[in-house]
């Protein structure tokens, strides 16, 4: 339909948007955004079209300039950004879904047996793909600070992407951030004391890690939970060894406990990369696509 047509259900938009793309479908909608499929009315590509209300947002600035710095085949590429009275339109890469979509999928819902581990390659390449984009962050001094299922997309190549860098920042590797945000349970423990590193995006990703593992959040209910002396049942049975070892093999949750460690004792994304499990699980080179079934 057009862009702007009674159906439509569209906000103004920009002159570009109005006359170029012809809105296909809508995506989802946030607290100050909006997504829809668009496609291109000379090319005929499908692009995401992302509209931010500039009076609610004040880091949407801040995220273009970060999406046009930070070009990687696991993070979300950015084409074009237009300006109307109040709103600003952004044409991105158009993903096929989220990773929260693709644990939903692996459930059981008749509640037989539970959830469906995909197999030791498909974790290790999803966990590679997702590591070569923090790690690519991190060498740019950028933190992305809001890490979890949702905001990790699967393209049409099935290639993860690292996407919404509504939260991320620049950082100074001398000095600690200290601004709270992320949202639980995928927020490092450290950022609740405003005293914290690069290394909060690690331990969001070692949640995720585990999500993908076993179907479920790991939740911590203390700073000691991830030091292994106490936890909730629940933490405890998502780290169950024997369950990890039958599933992933050894070394597996070794990784996943080392990435969601106080952060003094976290690994940083590099050295998660070099992780034996990791590299002896690939398959093949680093970086290569997941395939979801």
């Given at each position: 339909?057009?862009?702007?047509?009674?159906?439509?259900?569209?906000?103004?938009?920009?002159?570009?948007?109005?006359?170029?793309?012809?809105?296909?479908?809508?995506l989802?909608?946030?607290?100050?955004?909006?997504?829809?499929?668009?496609?291109?009315?000379?090319?005929?590509?499908?692009?995401?079209?992302?509209q931010?209300?500039?009076?609610?947002?004040?880091r949407?600035?801040?995220?273009?300039?970060?999406?046009?710095?930070?070009?990687?085949?696991?993070?979300?590429?950015?084409?074009?950004?237009?300006?109307?009275?109040?709103?600003?339109?952004?044409?991105?890469?158009?993903?096929?879904?989220?990773?929260?979509?693709?644990?939903?999928?692996?459930?059981?819902?008749?509640?037989?047996?539970?959830?469906?581990?995909?197999?030791?390659?498909?974790?290790?390449?999803?966990?590679?793909?997702?590591?070569?984009?923090?790690?690519?962050?991190?060498?740019?001094?950028?933190?992305?600070?809001?890490?979890?299922?949702?905001?990790?997309?699967?393209?049409?190549?099935?290639?993860?992407?690292?996407?919404?860098?509504?939260?991320?920042?620049?950082?100074?590797?001398?000095?600690?951030?200290?601004?709270?945000?992320?949202?639980?349970?995928?927020?490092?423990?450290?950022?609740?004391?405003?005293?914290?590193t690069?290394?909060?995006?690690?331990?969001?990703?070692?949640?995720?890690?585990?999500?993908?593992?076993?179907?479920?959040?790991?939740?911590?209910?203390?700073?000691?939970?991830?030091?292994?002396?106490?936890?909730?049942?629940?933490?405890?049975?998502?780290?169950?060894?024997?369950?990890?070892?039958?599933?992933?093999?050894?070394?597996?949750?070794?990784?996943?406990k080392?990435?969601?460690?106080?952060?003094?004792?976290?690994?940083?994304?590099?050295?998660?990369?070099?992780?034996?499990?990791?590299?002896?699980n690939?398959?093949?080179?680093?970086?290569?696509?997941?395939?979801?079934?």
């Amino acid at each position: 339909m057009p862009i702007g047509s009674p159906d439509s259900d569209s906000t103004a938009c920009s002159k570009e948007v109005e006359e170029g793309y012809t809105v296909i479908k809508t995506l989802g909608k946030g607290r100050f955004t909006e997504v829809k499929e668009v496609q291109q009315k000379g090319t005929r590509k499908h692009f995401a079209w992302k509209q931010v209300q500039l009076d609610k947002d004040p880091r949407c600035d801040l995220q273009i300039q970060l999406l046009r710095r930070v070009k990687h085949n696991n993070i979300l590429r950015i084409y074009d950004v237009y300006w109307a009275a109040g709103v600003m339109d952004i044409m991105l890469e158009l993903c096929s879904g989220t990773m929260a979509d693709c644990i939903g999928s692996q459930r059981d819902t008749s509640g037989t047996s539970g959830y469906r581990t995909p197999s030791r390659t498909e974790v290790a390449k999803t966990l590679s793909q997702l590591l070569m984009a923090v790690n690519f962050l991190h060498e740019n001094q950028v933190a992305h600070r809001n890490i979890k299922p949702c905001n990790v997309l699967l393209s049409s190549k099935r290639t993860w992407k690292l996407a919404n860098f509504d939260l991320a920042c620049d950082f100074d590797p001398g000095h600690h951030m200290s601004e709270r945000v992320g949202s639980l349970p995928y927020r490092a423990p450290e950022i609740d004391q405003r005293k914290y590193t690069e290394k909060c995006d690690v331990y969001s990703t070692g949640v995720l890690f585990i999500a993908f593992v076993r179907g479920k959040e790991y939740v911590r209910s203390s700073l000691e939970d991830i030091k292994g002396s106490k936890g909730t049942e629940a933490a405890e049975e998502l780290l169950n060894e024997k369950t990890w070892t039958s599933k992933l093999g050894y070394g597996a949750l070794s990784l996943a406990k080392q990435m969601i460690s106080l952060e003094e004792a976290r690994c940083g994304s590099e050295e998660a990369l070099r992780n034996p499990w990791l590299m002896q699980n690939l398959g093949s080179r680093p970086g290569l696509c997941c395939v979801v079934s």
